[in-house]
């Protein structure tokens, strides 16, 4: 029976090559991609319909800012340095902490975009779509937070292939659903609704990605010193 080797370890200087290797040999196709999915919404929505779409977003963009307090950009630099003293389990528990306290963070703010929530939707215009666009701004910010700590993870370790992989699939799902959607006369909601759907295929392949990456993490922390 033969035994398998295992994988040999990448040096920093090489796991840095590589992730510039896959940024730099991935961009035009993103940013082609992310170009038509802009084309075909645009295209899909009606000029007040977009307006409304717009609307949508901003207020989505804003909540995310509030909600948001730096944590995702900062925790890239931490969890390399928290994996190496305090193991997989200690990168867990650390990592799990965090999570809680964002959801905590965003169910505060989303309760109190509820209690203004008609008056918001009055003042956007959104009609009989407002609980629609309600449901949409709420499952967005969930993925969101999860699509962003994923993101993270994977961008600690220069694991730039597969965040690369993430951003193309989103850009190629989006549009195509964007489109079924709105042949289906769903208009601005189906819109929604295909972000919302791209997005959780975004977090689910993030997750998975970020699992294999942490299954690969030393199980006890390193010795420093002696």
Do not use: C
């Not at 370890?9 to 090489?14: A, P, Q, Y």
């Not at 759907?197 to 993490?217: D, E, K, N, P, S």
């Amino acid at each position: 029976m033969s035994i398998k080797a295992p994988a040999p370890h990448l040096t920093l200087s090489e796991r840095v090559t590589g992730a510039m290797f896959w940024n730099s040999a991935l961009l035009p196709v993103k940013t082609a991609l992310t170009f038509i999915s802009s084309i075909v919404v645009v295209r899909a929505l009606a000029q007040d319909e977009y307006a409304i779409f717009a609307a949508v977003i901003a207020l989505l963009n804003t909540i995310g800012l509030w909600s948001d307090l730096g944590i995702e950009n900062a925790i890239g630099k931490f969890i390399p340095e928290i994996e190496q003293r305090f193991g997989r389990a200690g990168l867990m528990r650390f990592i799990g902490a965090l999570l809680a306290f964002k959801f905590a963070l965003l169910g505060i703010i989303l309760a109190a975009l509820w209690l203004f929530w008609n008056a918001a939707a009055e003042y956007f215009h959104f009609g009989a779509d407002a609980p629609s666009f309600f449901g949409a701004i709420v499952s967005l910010l969930f993925l969101g937070i999860l699509s962003d700590f994923s993101l993270e993870f994977l961008l600690a370790y220069f694991n730039q292939k597969a965040t690369n992989s993430m951003e193309i699939l989103f850009a190629l799902v989006q549009p195509l659903l964007v489109v079924l959607f709105v042949s289906l006369d769903w208009g601005v909601p189906g819109v929604l609704y295909a972000r919302v759907l791209a997005t959780l295929l975004y977090v689910l392949v993030g997750i998975f990605f970020a699992w294999r990456a942490f299954q690969r993490l030393a199980r006890e922390p390193e010795k420093i010193g002696t």
